[in-house]
């Protein structure tokens, strides 16, 4: 199920197990993951950039994602037994989704996921049917794209994008 990832931290990249919790996954201390050079050496830090999202409801998530996006699930720690981490690939980008039982729903926000989609109406109509919520109907954007903003069923931000 694990892939080989171009960068980044986690478990699909071999990445070391530093400790208990969710930002314990990291690349070797002092290394690039893609090189093995230490970045000592050029004073450049790893750039890769993953999303990841806490929730007290792994399984449920997961398949919000999976069913309103296709996502594709590419790894999942431990393979067996309960698990507390799961990449999902989603057309050329990852979400990993990480699970925590003391997170706290609706806490305040200030981050949002903007997913491009082929077609945002016919997403929109699914939202709610699979624990989502539409915040309003979809709208043409000056900059050329339709924007559909819902959250997911942790309450997360996303946008569904468009491009017209």
């Known amino acids: 199920m694990s892939r080989p990832v171009r960068g980044g931290c986690g478990p699909a990249t071999g990445a070391v197990f530093l400790g208990e919790g969710p930002m314990s996954w990291g690349p070797p201390a002092g290394q690039h993951q ?3 050079r230490d970045h000592k050496e050029d004073g450049v ?5 993953q999303p990841m999202l806490i929730t ?8 919000f994602y999976q069913q309103l996006l296709g996502a594709e699930e590419t ?5 067996e037994g309960p ?13 990993a989704i990480v699970a925590d039982k003391s997170v706290q729903l609706g806490t ?9 989609v082929d077609a945002v109406d016919e997403l929109l109509s699914r939202v709610e049917a699979l624990g989502g919520t539409v915040l309003g109907p979809a709208n043409d954007m000056p900059w050329g794209q339709r924007v559909a903003h819902i959250q997911d069923p ?3 931000a996303v946008n569904l994008a468009q491009p017209i």
Do not use: Y
């Not at 305040?108 to 491009?116: G, N, Y």
């Open 83 to 95: 698990t507390f981490f799961v990449d999902l690939r989603i057309k050329d980008s990852d979400l």
């Open 75 to 79: 790894a999942r720690v431990p393979e």
């Open 108 to 116: 305040p926000q200030r981050s949002l996921l903007s997913v491009t």
């Open 45 to 49: 830090m790893p750039a890769t950039i």
């Open 154 to 156: 942790d309450g997360n």
């Open 56 to 63: 007290p409801d792994l399984d449920r998530l997961v398949t």
């Open 34 to 36: 893609e090189t093995g």
